[in-house]
C-alpha cells in the first residue's frame, strides 16, 4: 500500500529518496515526506498529495545529509492530510518513523501512551510506533532495542523503518507481513518496499522475511528476529533493467504495459512449450506434479484481476483436465473455515505476491494440508517464497495500478498448466499439439488487435460521458466481461458491471435504456448463438452495443452498434485476446476525462493490508 525507502551512505540522500519514492508512487500516493539526520539535526519534511510537491518543497530547502528514510502514503488510518503523513516523530522530533500496513492494536497501545503523557499530533495508526519506541528510548535502550520491545507490543502488519539522531549511524528496519528489501551497495546501503526504489543504485538485494529485523549502517547490515537471534541472509542479484521500469516514451504505464503484451505473453510462454511432445515443461512444478495432478479438487484463489484470470483457469481445467475446480475471492476463503484437506491443491495467483489477502488466505490453505502453488509476477514476493512450488508469469515490471499485461500473461501460465496436467491425464498428442501450435501464434494475434489503438480511441470518445456501462460474456467469456467492467471502474470512475449475458433477463436488463452501453464479448465458441440472442434482447430495449467478435464475423455488424473485431482462435484462448480491446477502451475513455490513469484515486498496486 505505502512505499518506504532509506539511505545511509556517504552521498546526499534527499534526491536518493526523491527518486525513490516517485518509482513507488504506484503503491499510494495520498501524502509524502521525507525525515534526514545530519550532524546531529533531525529534519522533516512532508506534504498532502505526490511526491513531486514534496520534491518542489525540498529544492527550496537545498538539504543534505547522509542519512535519511521516505513514504509515500495510502490512507488507512486518517484522512489524506499533511499531520497525518509520515514520518511520525517522537515529541522530542529526533526520532523518525516510517510504515507501511496497519497496527490493529493501536487504540489500546495510543491510551497506554496518553496515560504515560504522550500527545499525538495526527489520527494515525504509525504514530503510536515512534511514542512507544520513544517509551523505550527513554529507559536508555539503543535504537534497536527499542524497536524490538515496541514490536513485541504490536499485533499487525508491518514493513518499517526508523532513524534516531543520537544514533545517526544507522537505520533499523522490520518486516511482518508488508514487504521489505535491503539494497546491498558499495559503503552505502539502501531500504525499501520494492526493489524498483533502488535499481538505479544497486542490484543486491536481501529479502526480509516476516519477524526479521535488520540494523543497517554505512558499511555493513545484520539481520536478526525480533526474538533477538542472528540470521545469515542470502543477498540475490536483481536481473531487471531501469529501462523496464521506465514509461519507454509513452504517455502512461498502462498504454505501455498494454502495447508490451505480445512480448510478455512470449516470455510467458518462452522455454516452456514442447512442440513434439504437444505439451508444457514448468520446472517450478516438477517435484509436485504427480500431486497435483492426482488431487481431488483444485482451488484457485486470488484477487480482483487476478481472481478474474483464476475464472478464466476454472473453465480451461475443467474442459481439458476434467479435475473438479473452485475459485475463490481470498479475503472470503480466509475467514471462512473452508473444507480444505491434503488432497486438495490450492493455486494463488497475485501480480504482486504481496496481497494481504491472498497471503492470509494462502497461510490458512497451508494450515489445512493442501498442496500450495503460487502463479506471482513479482519474483521474490512473498507469496511465491510461501508457495511449496509455482510458476513466475514471466510479464516484467506492471507499473500502472490497472492491471493488464499481468492478466494475460496469468491466462497463459494457466493454459500451460492445464496443458501439463491434461496431458498426464490422457489428453492425446494429437490435441496437445493443437493447443501448443494456436498459443504460439498468440502474440502475433495479439499485434494485430493493438493496432486498432486509435479506432479504439474514436470509440471511447463516444462514450466519455457515459454514467453507466454493462458488460457482458458467456463460458469462458463472462470473466472477461468481469474485468472489462473493473478496468473502467478503476481508471475512469465509470459505474460498471459484468454479468454472465444470460443472467441480464434475471434483473439487469431493467437498466437497460438508450443512455445504457452493454459491451458484450462474443468470440465464436460453445455459447455463441445464445450470445446473439442477448444482443438482440438489448437491441430490443434500445440499448447501445458494442461487441467484441471474431474478425469474420458479420452477424455481429448486423446487430451491434460498433463491433471491434478480433482474430479467431480456440475458445480457451479468446479471454486473452477479447480483453485487450477493452483493456484499451477503458484507458482511452479515463485520457479524454483527463483522469490519471496510472495512479487513480483511491487505489494502489499492491494492497498489503487486509
Ligand atoms: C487490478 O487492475 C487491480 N490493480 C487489483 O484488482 C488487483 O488485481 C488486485 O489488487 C490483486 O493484485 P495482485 O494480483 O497483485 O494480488
Redesign the pocket.
Known amino acids: 500500500m505505502c512505499g518506504i525507502v532509506g539511505y545511509i551512505g556517504t552521498k546526499n540522500s534527499v534526491p536518493i529518496l526523491i527518486d525513490g519514492l516517485k518509482r513507488l508512487e504506484y503503491r499510494g500516493y495520498d501524502s509524502a515526506g521525507v525525515g534526514i539526520i545530519n550532524s546531529g539535526e533531525s529534519i522533516l519534511v512532508k506534504n498532502k498529495g505526490k511526491v513531486s510537491l514534496l520534491e518542489e518543497r525540498l529544492a527550496d530547502l537545498n538539504l543534505s545529509s547522509p542519512l535519511g528514510i521516505g513514504h509515500t502514503r495510502w490512507a488507512t488510518h486518517g484522512i489524506p492530510n499533511e499531520q497525518n503523513a509520515h514520518p511520525h516523530t517522537n515529541q522530542d522530533g529526533n526520532l523518525f518513523v516510517i510504515h507501511n500496513g496497519i497496527i490493529e492494536n493501536f487504540q489500546s497501545l495510543k491510551r497506554g501512551l496518553i496515560k504515560l503523557g504522550y500527545n499525538f499530533k495526527s489520527d494515525t495508526d504509525t504514530e503510536v510506533l515512534a511514542h512507544l519506541i520513544d517509551s523505550f528510548l527513554s529507559k536508555d535502550y539503543p535504537l534497536s532495542k527499542a524497536v524490538q520491545m515496541a514490536l513485541n507490543e504490536v499485533d499487525g502488519a508491518y514493513g518499517l523503518a526508523a532513524i534516531y539522531a543520537k544514533e545517526p549511524d544507522k537505520i533499523i528496519a522490520a518486516r511482518k507481513g508488508s514487504p521489505l528489501v535491503i539494497g546491498v551497495g558499495e559503503g552505502e546501503n539502501f531500504i525499501a518496499s520494492d526493489v524498483s526504489a533502488i535499481l538505479a543504485h544497486t542490484k543486491k538485494v536481501i529479502y526480509l522475511d516476516d519477524g526479521e529485523l535488520a540494523i543497517i549502517t554505512r558499511e555493513n547490515h545484520t539481520v536478526k528476529t525480533i526474538a533477538d537471534k542472528e540470521i545469515e541472509k542470502e543477498i540475490h542479484e536483481i536481473n531487471m533493467s531501469l529501462d523496464e521500469i521506465d514509461k519507454g516514451g509513452y504517455p502512461h504505464f498502462m498504454l505501455k504495459e498494454i502495447m508490451e503484451q505480445p512480448e510478455s505473453v512470449s516470455n510467458s510462454m518462452r522455454g516452456r512449450l514442447l512442440v513434439d511432445e504437444g505439451t508444457a515443461k514448468l520446472g517450478g512444478l516438477t517435484d509436485v506434479l504427480d500431486r497435483l495432478v492426482n488431487s481431488k479438487r483444485i482451488i484457485i484463489s486470488?484477487?480482483?484481476?487476478?481472481?478474474?484470470?483464476a475464472l478464466v483457469g476454472e473453465y480451461m481445467m475443467e474442459q481439458y483436465a476434467r479435475i473438479p475446480v473452485e475459485v475463490e475471492y481470498?479475503s472470503e476463503l480466509r475467514y471462512r473455515n473452508p473444507i480444505i484437506t491434503g488432497d486438495d491443491s490450492v493455486i494463488f495467483?497475485?501480480?504482486?505476491?504481496?496481497?494481504a489477502?491472498?497471503l492470509a488466505a494462502l497461510k490458512e490453505a497451508k494450515s489445512k494440508g493442501a498442496l500450495i502453488l503460487g502463479i506471482?509476477?513479482?519474483v521474490g514476493s512473498t507469496?511465491a517464497r510461501e508457495s511449496q512450488a509455482g510458476v513466475y508469469i514471466h510479464a516484467g515490471p506492471e507499473i500502472?495500478?490497472?492491471?493488464?499485461k499481468?492478466?494475460t500473461s496469468?491466462l497463459v501460465v494457466l493454459a500451460l498448466i492445464t496443458l501439463l496436467i491434461s496431458r498426464r491425464k490422457g489428453m492425446s498428442l494429437a490435441d496437445g499439439k493443437a493447443v501448443v501450435e494456436e498459443l504460439i501464434k498468440i502474440p502475433d494475434k495479439i499485434k494485430l488487435i493493438l493496432k486498432m489503438n486509435d479506432e479504439i480511441e474514436r470509440l471511447a470518445n463516444e462514450f466519455k460521458d457515459a454514467k453507466n456501462f454493462l458488460y457482458l460474456g458467456r463460458g469462458y467469456n463472462f470473466p472477461v466481461a468481469l474485468e472489462g467492467a473493473?478496468?473502467l471502474k478503476?481508471?475512469s470512475y465509470i459505474h460498471a458491471e459484468g454479468y454472465p449475458a444470460a443472467e441480464m433477463k434475471h434483473g439487469p436488463i431493467a437498466l437497460i435504456d438508450e443512455d445504457m452501453p452493454v459491451v458484450f464479448v462474443a468470440p465464436k465458441g460453445a455459447t455463441y448463438d445464445k450470445i446473439l440472442s442477448n444482443i438482440e434482447e438489448v437491441r430490443a430495449r434500445g440499448g447501445r452495443i458494442i461487441a467484441v467478435g471474431d474478425e469474420k464475423d458479420d452477424e455481429l455488424d448486423n446487430l451491434a452498434d460498433y463491433t471491434l473485431k478480433i482474430p479467431e482462435t480456440i475458445e480457451m484462448f479468446t479471454p486473452i485476446l477479447t480483453s485487450i480491446p477493452l483493456q484499451l477502451l477503458a484507458y482511452h475513455i479515463a485520457v479524454n476525462k483527463g483522469l490519471n490513469v496510472d495512479q487513480p484515486r483511491n487505489?494502489?498496486?499492491?494492497?498489503t493490508v487486509e
Open positions: 486470488a484477487c480482483g484481476t487476478s481472481w478474474h484470470a481470498a495467483i497475485s501480480q504482486s505476491g504481496e496481497t489477502d491472498t506471482c509476477n513479482v507469496i500502472g495500478v490497472a492491471s493488464t499481468a492478466f496469468q473493473l478496468k478503476e481508471i487505489l494502489a498496486k499492491s494492497v
